[in-house]
């Protein structure tokens, strides 16, 4: 909520009908609500994919060994496959998002991101490819 109001307090000058401020904000906390959800969701991936028993909604911080598994993996990703990875599953980007980013095509995106995730399965001996 707090950073809902901070965002939309931001913006304001951008605003060309004040009348609209309402609706605004909530568009604007709506759209933060949902991107917690999605993070939440990469999260119970992320947790999912290292074997992480529980309860799917605990912050990453909260996996424990887990966790630290998981940032060793990641930390021992090449350059490009780590940054699309976390471009991708820290920051939510989309492919489009994350090759402008990167300054490359959406394709280099995709081979990165897939090459990362085998990667990831291979290092933290998960077997299924597509949970």
Not at 16 to 42: H, K, M, Q
Not at 60 to 84: C, F, I, N, W, Y
Request: proline share 2%.
């Amino acid at each position: 909520m707090q950073e809902a109001l901070v965002r939309t307090l931001d913006g304001f000058h951008r605003l060309r009908d004040p009348r609209a401020l309402e609706g605004w904000f909530f568009t604007v906390l709506t759209n933060l609500c949902i991107r917690s959800l999605r993070r939440r969701r990469v999260v119970a991936a992320f947790a999912r994919l290292v074997g992480a028993r529980g309860d799917t909604g605990r912050a990453a911080s909260d996996l424990g060994p887990d966790h630290a598994r998981l940032v060793t993996a990641l930390d021992e990703l090449p350059a490009m496959q780590k940054t699309a990875m976390v471009l991708r599953y820290g920051h939510d980007l989309g492919v489009d998002e994350i090759a402008a980013a990167m300054d490359v095509g959406a394709e280099t995106v995709k081979t990165h991101l897939k090459r990362a995730r085998a990667r990831l399965r291979a290092r933290l001996g998960v077997e299924d490819a597509e949970r």
